[in-house]
């Protein structure tokens, strides 16, 4: 059936979420967000016909994970973004009745459709919509849900989200799907189906499954379930990425390398997608027209319920990422080059050896920034990048790379002092840094309120910052410990991606 989009009426809760949204200074401009409300997991990500179709987990309603919808934008830059008509709203019975979770959209001879997860009580289950032409209007399919429980005999300790696509050639193609689960007392898994019509489907088995009792606290622990699996290949090497949860929480996105072949993925080694955590979540890539691996992710709040509920939003998109295969079989993560349009203002800075502790650039002021900078840093040396900070020096945030005195590298953000409120996460996040044996490192700051994006040789570390003082927490510095050598500094003001004034919740 088609389902009614009209706002609901007797929703007093949704009043002022978008007023209240644009007034609040932590706020991204050039960000994805939702209108107003609560935002999570990218979905559907695709290409279709020239446009980039953005769709993503949204409750219009409040700023609160209930009840999810789906939102949806649109693109022809992967800059600027449209807001769509809500694409899935979840059905007064049935089996998404409590939510239309994650899921992707295929292309099925023609027919964009959707396969995601329906919520009903406490049980996810696959289910399909069909689109219009203008993926603006979607029908959900009357044998929903077209997979009805999880395997039989296998206790599972979630299972949800999905990765579809068409396998094999002329007249023998079939459909492969991996739903996202966990096997009690075995660790996180990604169940295998086939089907030949994206509605009947035959359990494979799992494709490979993970070991939970191995690394527990560890930031490359695999979790217990996997969440918004995505597998793919690139440029000749399979990529299984997932999300790592246990019992409620979200812990941070990992991927494997190996080979996919047959009805098993044969893992060669396990690598972190982005050093910042639960603050680069539920990640889904696309192949765009391009031939381009382009990746978004949730960066997860780090404030308080109340503070997003005050706030009237919650929950921001990454920025579009082009993901390639790095010399060292990891994933190599850039913005795509597209974001350059939004740049303004060019300010450089003299190259030359860095000072201790640090030198400020009051040049480079502001919120909204895109920094690329280029480092040499010696055996022992230390460089740091220092962002948001008050005149005082009471709040700031720190971008440090360093080189150990046997070549290793480490990218750190130290967020300790970001923000003197108590109730807001401020714990440094940290990384492996691949270096050249010359030390060079090429860094990407991305600053936009309170949305942070750093890239350092192809790594990635994402995070969240809150200063209390946001006008005056605008001040920046460079520095180091050690012998570092400045080659280059550029830094941008960045325009807001959004026109000006209140976004419609219900487009």
Not at 120 to 132: D, F, T, Y
């Amino acid at each position: 059936m088609t389902h009614d989009l009209t706002l609901p009426s007797g929703t007093p809760v949704a009043e002022g979420l978008a007023e209240r949204a644009l007034r609040d200074p932590h706020r991204p401009r050039f960000h994805f967000t939702s209108p107003g409300g609560w935002l999570n997991d990218p979905n559907g990500l695709s290409h279709w016909n020239g446009v980039y179709h953005l769709f993503y987990q949204y409750n219009p309603l409040a700023a609160a994970h209930h009840r999810i919808h789906w939102g949806h934008a649109t693109s022809t830059d992967l800059v600027h973004w449209a807001d769509e008509p809500v694409a899935l709203v979840p059905g007064s019975d049935g089996p998404d009745r409590d939510g239309c979770w994650s899921g992707v959209l295929v292309d099925d001879g023609g027919v964009p459709t959707l396969v995601y997860s329906g919520r009903q009580s406490e049980h996810e289950l696959p289910c399909v919509a069909r689109g219009s032409a203008d993926l603006r209007y979607w029908t959900k399919d009357q044998a929903n849900p077209v997979i009805t429980a999880p395997p039989e005999g296998i206790d599972v300790t979630a299972f949800r989200d999905h990765c579809v696509w068409r396998e094999g050639s002329g007249e023998n193609t079939v459909w492969r799907q991996l739903v996202g689960s966990g096997i009690r007392g075995v660790g996180g898994t990604a169940f295998l189906y086939e089907s030949d019509d994206l509605r009947s489907w035959r359990y494979v088995g799992p494709l490979l499954t993970g070991d939970a009792s191995q690394n527990r606290g560890e930031l490359d622990w695999t979790g217990t379930m996997w969440e918004c699996v995505d597998l793919f290949g690139l440029d000749g090497a399979d990529v299984l990425v997932f999300s790592a949860w246990d019992e409620g929480t979200t812990h941070h996105p990992l991927y494997w390398t190996g080979r996919y072949q047959g009805d098993t993925f044969t893992p060669t080694a396990l690598h972190r997608l982005d050093y910042g955590g639960r603050y680069f979540y539920a990640p889904q890539s696309t192949r765009d027209e391009h031939g381009r691996r382009i990746m978004f992710g949730w960066l997860q709040e780090g404030r308080t319920d109340e503070a997003n509920a005050q706030a009237g939003w919650c929950g921001v998109m990454s920025l579009p990422r082009a993901v390639t295969l790095a010399t060292d079989g990891g994933l190599h993560q850039a913005p795509v080059p597209e974001l350059t349009e939004l740049r303004r203002e060019r300010v450089e800075v003299v190259p030359g050896r860095l000072a201790d502790p640090y030198t400020p650039l009051p040049a480079v002021r502001g919120d909204q920034l895109d920094i690329e900078t280029t480092l040499r840093l010696a055996p022992g040396a230390t460089a740091r990048l220092v962002l948001r900070e008050t005149p005082d020096g009471a709040e700031r945030t720190v971008v440090e790379v360093s080189r150990s005195h046997d070549g290793a590298g480490t990218l750190r953000l130290q967020r300790e002092t970001s923000s003197v409120d108590p109730t807001v996460d401020t714990e440094p996040l940290y990384g492996e840094l691949p270096l050249a044996p010359d030390g060079r490192v090429d860094l990407r700051v991305l600053v936009d309120h309170s949305a942070l994006e750093v890239f350092a040789n192809g790594r990635a570390l994402t995070a969240r910052i809150y200063p209390t003082r946001p006008d005056e927490a605008v001040g920046g510095g460079i520095g180091a410990d050690g012998d570092v050598a400045l080659e280059r500094f550029d830094a941008w003001q960045m325009a807001s991606a959004f026109t000006d004034g209140p976004r419609p919740l219900w487009p």
